[in-house]
């Protein structure tokens, strides 16, 4: 078996080749993103996760040639840059798909059916955990939770939601996306590449028509908490007395019975506690008991 001489020279501890530099008028429209993005910041360095979005937005992945624009812009070591971007997950090592599909594998979606699609979808695709299709429009993989446990089992596509899902409405999703079908997440944004969406993430404006007016509809379970922090309604009050006893209510649960379209959890924020707990007598307080 022959050996390539970059094979050679890794085996050998030679020193990579210095990463090749962007075209001049990449990496001047790139500059003048930085600056923007660093100006936020009173620290430059702290630039340095959206600075990776942003390199991220111009070839799908981060390459060794962003990594090294970074860190001339933030005048780091190209070391500290690539601490960070093999950190953290969100950023792409290699190349990888126009659409990013993440199966939800965490315990709730799992056991709700996030294992057999993400165990279908590999077999439907023909790839595995990581991989993209040889199109080069999907990447799978398996991802941690999201915060969207209460519409298990839960399918991201370039971060955007997609609940309820079934192995087959998986499949024709990502059938779907393979063919240039206009797909609408659940809630939230209208869908965009994996380049534009690295952009946004880098903080820049989403200028498409609708789409900012369009964010931020998470559901009426998952946003119960924020509403009731607001003041904006109270859940139903039901009393669980101690005594294992039939469930009492308060006489006024019609003013504060949520609407069906609410969908208020068994999880949402807690009432005090002295309203929630039965009428009982007091026990006696360690004076007392003395």
């Not at 990579?16 to 923007?36: C, G, N, Q």
């Not at 090294?68 to 950023?91: G, I, N, P």
């Not at 998470?218 to 859940?235: H, I, K």
């Not at 504060?256 to 005090?272: G, I, K, R, V």
């Amino acid at each position: 078996m022959t050996t390539s001489s970059s094979e050679r020279g890794v085996s050998l501890g030679m020193p990579e080749l210095p990463a090749p530099a962007y075209p001049d008028d990449v990496r001047a429209r790139l500059e003048a993103d930085a600056r923007e993005i660093i100006a936020r910041y009173p620290d430059s360095r702290s630039a340095l996760l959206p600075l990776l979005h942003l390199v991220q937005s111009e070839e799908g992945h981060v390459t060794r040639t962003g990594m090294q624009f970074c860190a001339d812009v933030l005048k780091l070591t190209t070391a500290e840059v690539t601490a960070v971007a093999t950190f953290y997950t969100m950023y792409r090592r290699r190349p990888s798909g126009d659409y990013q599909v993440g199966v939800c594998t965490n315990t709730l979606c799992a056991v709700m059916g996030g294992d057999a699609i993400f165990e279908q979808l590999q077999e439907h695709l023909g790839i595995g955990n990581g991989e993209t299709t040889d199109d080069g429009k999907i990447t799978l993989e398996h991802i941690e939770c999201n915060a969207a446990c209460d519409f298990a089992p839960v399918v991201m596509v370039n971060w955007e939601f997609f609940d309820n899902q079934t192995v087959q409405s998986a499949k024709r999703l990502v059938d779907d996306l393979r063919i240039g079908h206009t797909v609408s997440p659940t809630r939230g944004a209208p869908l965009c590449t994996f380049k534009e969406t690295a952009r946004i993430l880098a903080g820049f404006p989403d200028e498409r028509d609708g789409a900012v007016e369009a964010s931020g509809s998470a559901g009426p379970a998952s946003l119960v908490g924020l509403r009731l922090a607001r003041g904006e309604t109270a859940p139903a009050r039901v009393v669980h007395p101690r005594d294992g006893g039939p469930h009492d209510e308060p006489q006024d649960r019609a003013v504060h019975e949520p609407s069906s379209a609410q969908h208020l959890s068994s999880h949402d924020a807690p009432q005090d506690t002295s309203a929630s707990d039965p009428a009982h007598p007091a026990g006696p307080t360690a004076e007392e008991g003395e």
